[in-house]
């Protein structure tokens, strides 16, 4: 089992910067790939970005290129998401995930974490 807990949302204005944290504790942290995940009330949880076991293969969604940044620390357990210039369009809950392989879909993630609300402000 993993368990992962997501911190580091808020309250930002447009344009401003968050940086979610993902600890994680259980099972060894560098077998697993991971992503970020996230999901507006109503609509499906939407791929954001993922990161492979070692660091070395990142994807992201098109719409959060050059804007968000995925990094992991296997020594601290903990995957991050470095967001920059936030729209109003990027609120939603955001969820990490662990999975045995980096993908951007959903079903291929076994272990998933509460969820941190981040709120861009227009």
């Known amino acids: 089992q993993v368990q992962m807990v997501e911190s580091g949302g808020g309250l930002v204005q447009a344009g401003g910067s968050l940086r979610l944290s993902c600890a994680t504790s259980g099972r060894s942290f560098n077998t697993y790939a991971m992503g970020w995940f996230r999901q507006v009330p109503g609509n499906e949880r939407e791929f954001v970005a993922a990161?492979?076991?070692?660091?070395?293969?990142?994807i992201y969604e098109d719409s959060v290129k050059g804007r968000f940044t995925i990094s992991r620390d296997n020594a601290k357990n903990t995957v991050y998401l470095q967001m920059n210039s936030l729209k109003p369009e990027d609120t939603a809950v955001y969820y990490c995930?662990?999975?045995?392989?980096?993908?951007?879909?959903?079903?291929?993630?076994?272990?998933w974490g509460q969820g941190t609300q981040v709120t861009v402000s227009s």
């Open positions: 995930a662990a999975g045995a392989r980096s993908s951007r879909y959903r079903a291929d993630y076994n272990y």
């Open positions: 990161i492979s076991r070692g660091g070395y293969s990142i």
